[in-house]
């Protein structure tokens, strides 16, 4: 951190517990704080350096923040030291914005800072504005600048080079890669994919938990295109009120005209409390459940006729491993086609990669996220089935 010494030991040798060193932590945030909102300008201008200075802080964040214990601090600062020149000013907005809270240890209702949206409209950049939440930033700096809504998200994407949203023409295959639940809850609304990316319409164009989310569940790169909320969520309550939930068994139980069960998942696994945790979890999304104690009893279930919707296997397993699984499995023509999501402990983003490469259509990392897990095989069921 620049110009930070640590924090001062009271007698020699007494170790500061990791309480202290983050409490000093959360106050040398702010530091880094003034100096990426420093940037700003130079960003927009597209100023010499200003974009290797940025990447700078990044850098030093995305290590101290897992050393002072801010895991989350590291994955986000990592995003804005990988961001593209043409999406850094947009990036490091979510960062300022996630270093705040932070150091400020705002977590709740009434702590919202979006500065980037007060500067967009053409207010002073001092860093005060504070809202309770997205719709009542939008709403007040709206009206304190004079402006419409839709004039306002044209200025937020001017701002960060990106598109107004037309929300008119939602395609059916983007709406059923993103959760029902994530579209309400974020105010997110998928618009059209194609097998690379998917463009998605926001009012917080720099939420970096977004976009990250929206990567791991639909295996796309996000596109992010601007709308004012009031509009946004509008738009998704009449979207959702015309879709059958996700979560209804009438839904699932439709079947495809290959005749493949739309709601049996196949579980792989050696251990049986990870077959059993992941039982509870599919069932209670109304799932229908086959088990395998490994990969050689996996292809015995799905030699014996009965269609499965997805394979939900362990990687490392004996006889036969997840990753040999899959290899069987694309190497037979009546399987080929089946989704196939590995469970992992690893943490080895290149063996995550040759999954991936080798036929696997996701992964998700141990331990099991209830939520997180039941979204991700909706939507790889989903992606299969379309």
Not at 81 to 104: F, N, Q, V, W, Y
Not at 105 to 115: I, K, M, N, Y
Not at 239 to 244: F, K, N, Q, S
Not at 261 to 268: D, E, F, K, P, Q
């Amino acid at each position: 951190m620049r110009s930070a010494q640590g924090p001062e030991r009271e007698g020699r040798g007494v170790a500061l517990d990791r309480e202290d060193l983050k409490s000093w932590y959360r106050g040398a945030m702010q530091g880094r704080l003034v100096e990426l909102r420093g940037f700003r300008a130079a960003l927009r201008s597209t100023e010499s350096g200003a974009h290797d200075a940025t990447r700078s802080v990044a850098q030093a964040l995305r290590g101290s923040g897992a050393t002072f214990g801010y895991p989350e601090l590291s994955v986000a600062a990592g995003h804005v030291e990988s961001a593209p020149d043409s999406e850094l000013l947009r990036r490091m907005e979510g960062l300022i914005e996630h270093l705040h809270r932070l150091a400020t240890q705002d977590e709740g209702a009434g702590t919202l800072v979006v500065e980037w949206l007060v500067i967009a409209a053409g207010g002073a950049e001092d860093g005060s504005d504070r809202f309770a939440d997205l719709d009542s930033a939008w709403r007040s700096v709206s009206d304190a600048q004079g402006l419409s809504q839709d004039r306002l998200a044209q200025e937020v994407a001017d701002l960060f080079g990106l598109r107004t949203a037309d929300l008119t023409k939602p395609s059916k295959a983007a709406l059923r890669l993103v959760p029902q639940a994530l579209m309400q809850s974020a105010g997110v609304l998928p618009l059209s994919e194609d097998s690379e990316t998917i463009t998605v319409a926001t009012s917080d164009p720099t939420s970096i938990d977004l976009e990250m989310e929206l990567a791991r569940l639909t295996g796309r790169t996000p596109r992010f295109v601007v709308a004012p909320p009031h509009v946004l969520r509008q738009t998704i309550a009449v979207i959702l009120d015309g879709v059958a939930p996700a979560s209804t068994g009438s839904s699932r139980a439709e079947r495809r005209d290959d005749g493949a069960a739309s709601n049996r998942v196949l579980v792989v696994d050696d251990e049986p409390a990870a077959r059993m945790f992941a039982r509870a979890l599919l069932e209670k999304g109304e799932y229908e459940v086959e088990e395998a104690g490994d990969g050689e009893e996996a292809l015995e279930v799905l030699g014996a006729g009965k269609p499965v919707a997805l394979v939900l296997a362990d990687l490392n397993m004996p006889r036969l491993d997840g990753l040999e699984l899959i290899w069987e499995m694309r190497a037979t023509d009546r399987w080929s086609r089946i989704p196939v999501i590995v469970v992992t402990g690893e943490t080895d983003e290149i063996l995550e990669t040759k999954l991936i490469e080798e036929g696997a259509d996701d992964y998700i990392r141990k331990p099991l996220d209830p939520r997180l897990f039941l979204a991700r095989v909706t939507a790889t069921i989903r992606r299969a089935e379309h």
